[in-house]
């Protein structure tokens, strides 16, 4: 085991997403004074990193350890800073120099290291980092990074299929009329010709004492008007409907259901802490004048807690306007979370604000845009496993009007950088993101500051491409149906899609989607989960891939004609795939034909059942899970004669595997998954 010395955690990603979300973490500098002595810059560098001034801590951290390159705390600071203003290339050095010189006081800078390589798109270097930390992070008592080295290392293989494959999608930068040195953020369509969009406009830095906020020195943000001119977006000035020149502007949209706006106002206190609000703003009669703007009351706004970043969605059951948000207020997943409620107009009153459920994660959710045409909600997330920092994701209601689990939107709308504020036409076809990947227009380097990009989603081609694949050896088959359960996994979508196929002449045709990498897994009952990776990137219509699977028994610890006393036993055919807890015939066989005779012919013996997971998913989801299976096989055990006394039965969650559910490189092991999501039994010994 490896000893650590007291480290430093780093400051949190989601503290870095609550900034960026704010966009107070670009704008704020302080002239730094370089004849005062180390501890005065010291001080004065980590007062501007806890009020949030980033580029002051940065500059002053520069010249400390100029001065004093041994000095690996102010080091590691640097990199902090560097990381915090989005200069992965430099992070990434900073992180790489403390690291190999005290790896262990600072353990978490490989973990950052890793990170950074992976912002910047190296996503190989970037797995390497983080896979290496995985195998020290057990002993460093570290659950928040426990929770999240898997997505990324998950993110960093998602990032190399996005990277190889990417949407048939043209993007560009929006044009040095809109975008300015400084931040943009919240573009908003109002047709194909208009958008508004949010701006600080500052030609130069400007600069504040550090120890003193003065803010009537410091810039604010504002909302713009944009009109497009010969095919390019020209800015046009203030949009007054909306702008307080005494605030910073958040973000903000307009209902087409009730024709008003919605928009957010964001204050700093003496803390450095950006809280914002919502507001609304309506209009004195139908297509009349607009009347001053009102804050949206309690509990839409909750004192203490940022609500910001609406837009609107029409409840075609309640006939209601829904508005979602987002909000790090209490009871959320953690972080920044998008959130929903609705005005119930006979009452007068705002409902009690919603979590958003499956969108949500422990890390930060923000952005949400909702296209009323395709009924699509989209959003952007850092919790999801996504290939860079915040990445575009959507989602949809299935036939039970309940959301379905989100969809990464690949690359080119994503990138290894951060993409927010995403917004689509009527049409589909185009619309807006905001990022800050290069080829923007920087005001310190090329992944600072965050510009719009506009964008277009090309028609796709036809495509008939099909996958053949064959079973190596049909004898292994023992259903005479000559059925085979198949999960197929899009890897660009992350989308799973299990069927149910029938063998003909000892083959299965599936059809495939141009540009894409498929993983297919046969999911067959008490045999090893084979599999295989088809890509269609080269792949012609007419193409058919020929492909080979094999089925081998699964190699665990089978009963035998006797069940052994007070030694827990596996039945072969007791097995589950991904997220199932029902009993499937093959398992119902098993149990008729061993268990539940055993027991009729000795009713002094109890039995103890304990069921499993892998370890995919939340903690409480996998004891809950594990639960019902291990309730499932009590029940049939009941239905067959055996009394509800002879039986105890618990659910372990994920906390007891027999296999690995990870490979040695960090990669999904499938089989140890298939091996730990099992049903064990035990025999006490009759008295």
């Known amino acids: 085991m490896v000893t650590f010395n007291t480290f430093r955690p780093g400051i949190s990603r989601t503290f870095l997403s609550l900034m960026l979300c704010a966009f107070f973490h670009l704008t704020i500098f302080a002239q730094v004074d370089k004849d005062i002595s180390q501890k005065k810059k010291k001080d004065r560098a980590k007062y501007a990193m806890e009020t949030g001034n980033v580029y002051t801590a940065l500059f002053y951290y520069e010249e400390i350890t100029k001065n004093d390159p041994k000095d690996l705390e102010s080091r590691f600071q640097?990199?902090?800073?560097?990381?915090?203003?989005?200069?992965?290339?430099?992070?990434?050095?900073?992180?790489?120099?403390?690291?190999?010189?005290?790896?262990?006081?600072?353990?978490?800078?490989?973990?950052?290291?890793?990170?950074?390589?992976?912002?910047?798109?190296?996503?190989?270097?970037a797995k390497k980092c983080l896979v290496d930390f995985k195998k020290i992070l057990k002993d460093?008592?570290?659950?928040?990074?426990?929770?999240?080295?898997?997505?990324?290392?998950?993110?960093?293989?998602?990032?190399?299929?996005?990277?190889?494959?990417?949407?048939?999608?043209?993007?560009?930068?929006?044009?040095?009329?809109?975008?300015?040195?400084?931040?943009?953020?919240?573009?908003?369509?109002?047709?194909?010709?208009?958008?508004?969009?949010?701006?600080?406009?500052?030609?130069?830095?400007?600069?504040?004492?550090?120890?003193?906020?003065?803010?009537?020195?410091?810039?604010?943000?504002?909302?713009?008007?944009?009109?497009?001119?010969?095919?390019?977006?020209?800015?046009?000035?203030?949009?007054?409907?909306?702008?307080?020149?005494?605030?910073?502007?958040?973000?903000?949209?307009?209902?087409?259901?009730?024709?008003?706006?919605?928009?957010?106002?964001?204050?700093?206190?003496?803390?450095?802490?950006?809280?914002?609000?919502?507001?609304?703003?309506?209009?004195?009669?139908?297509?009349?004048?607009?009347?001053?703007a009102s804050e949206l009351p309690f509990p839409v706004n909750m004192e203490g807690y940022t609500s910001t970043q609406p837009t609107v969605v029409y409840d075609t059951a309640t006939k209601r306007e829904l508005l979602y948000f987002v909000s790090d207020r209490a009871d959320g997943k953690g972080g920044l979370d998008i959130w929903y409620t609705s005005f119930n107009a006979k009452k007068q009153e705002w409902a009690e604000p919603k979590n958003g459920g499956i969108m949500n994660t422990t890390e930060t959710e923000c952005t949400p845009f909702y296209h009323i045409?395709?009924?699509?909600?989209?959003?952007?997330?850092?919790?999801?496993?996504?290939?860079?920092?915040?990445?575009?994701?959507?989602?949809?209601?299935?036939?039970?009007?309940?959301?379905?689990?989100?969809?990464?939107?690949?690359?080119?709308?994503?990138?290894?950088?951060?993409?927010?504020?995403?917004?689509?036409?009527?049409?589909?076809?185009?619309?807006?993101?905001?990022?800050?990947?290069?080829?923007?227009?920087?005001?310190?380097?090329?992944?600072?500051?965050?510009?719009?990009?506009?964008?277009?989603?090309n028609e796709a081609k036809p495509f008939n491409c099909t996958l053949e694949i064959a079973?190596?050896?049909?004898d292994t088959i023992r259903n005479k149906s000559r059925l085979l359960k198949v999960t197929s996994i899009d890897m660009k979508t992350k989308q799973e899609k299990k069927d149910t196929i029938r063998l003909k002449d000892n083959k299965f045709v599936l059809p495939l989607t141009k540009n894409h990498q498929y993983t297919f897994r046969i999911d067959q009952d008490g045999y090893q989960k084979d599999s295989l990776v088809v890509e269609t990137r080269e792949m012609a219509s007419s193409d058919i891939i020929k492909r080979e699977l094999t089925l081998r028994p699964v190699e665990v610890e089978i009963i035998a004609e006797k069940p052994v006393e007070d030694k827990p036993f596996v039945l072969k055919d007791v097995t589950y795939g991904s997220d199932e807890f029902t009993l499937n015939e093959d398992a119902k066989a098993a149990l008729d034909s061993l268990l539940i005779p055993f027991l009729k012919l000795h009713p002094k013996h109890k039995i103890t059942i304990g069921s499993h997971t892998d370890d995919q998913g939340a903690h409480k989801y996998n004891i809950n899970l594990s639960q019902k299976r291990a309730d499932n096989v009590v029940k049939y055990l009941i239905s067959k004669g055996i009394e509800a006394s002879r039986i105890t039965a618990k659910g372990y969650g994920e906390t007891k595997p027999i296999a690995p559910n990870q490979n040695s490189d960090g990669s999904d092991n499938a089989i140890g998954r298939a091996i730990n999501r099992r049903t064990e039994f035990m025999l006490e010994k009759a008295k």
């Open 140 to 292: 460093l008592n570290d659950k928040n990074l426990s929770k999240l080295i898997n997505k990324e290392i998950a993110g960093c293989d998602s990032g190399m299929v996005y990277r190889d494959f990417p949407e048939n999608t043209d993007l560009q930068n929006a044009g040095k009329s809109v975008n300015q040195p400084h931040t943009e953020f919240s573009p908003f369509l109002l047709d194909s010709m208009n958008m508004l969009f949010g701006t600080l406009r500052e030609d130069s830095l400007r600069y504040y004492e550090v120890e003193s906020e003065h803010p009537d020195k410091q810039p604010l943000r504002q909302i713009h008007k944009a009109e497009k001119v010969n095919g390019q977006w020209k800015d046009k000035g203030l949009f007054d409907i909306l702008n307080d020149p005494n605030v910073d502007m958040g973000n903000f949209v307009y209902s087409p259901y009730t024709d008003k706006y919605y928009f957010s106002k964001c204050f700093k206190n003496e803390k450095g802490k950006v809280t914002c609000k919502l507001y609304i703003k309506e209009r004195e009669k139908a297509k009349g004048a607009w009347k001053d």
């Open 78 to 125: 640097l990199a902090e800073a560097y990381r915090l203003s989005r200069n992965y290339k430099m992070a990434s050095e900073s992180y790489g120099i403390v690291y190999d010189k005290a790896p262990t006081s600072y353990p978490t800078a490989l973990y950052y290291k890793g990170l950074m390589l992976k912002m910047q798109g190296k996503y190989e270097d």
């Open 471 to 474: 079973i190596a050896d049909p």
């Open 373 to 457: 045409p395709s009924q699509t909600f989209y959003f952007s997330s850092d919790g999801h496993g996504s290939a860079g920092g915040l990445d575009v994701y959507k989602t949809y209601k299935d036939k039970d009007g309940r959301y379905v689990k989100p969809q990464n939107l690949s690359f080119p709308i994503n990138s290894p950088q951060d993409d927010l504020h995403f917004m689509l036409e009527k049409s589909g076809k185009n619309g807006v993101v905001v990022s800050n990947r290069p080829g923007g227009t920087p005001f310190f380097h090329e992944t600072c500051c965050d510009d719009i990009f506009t964008f277009h989603i």
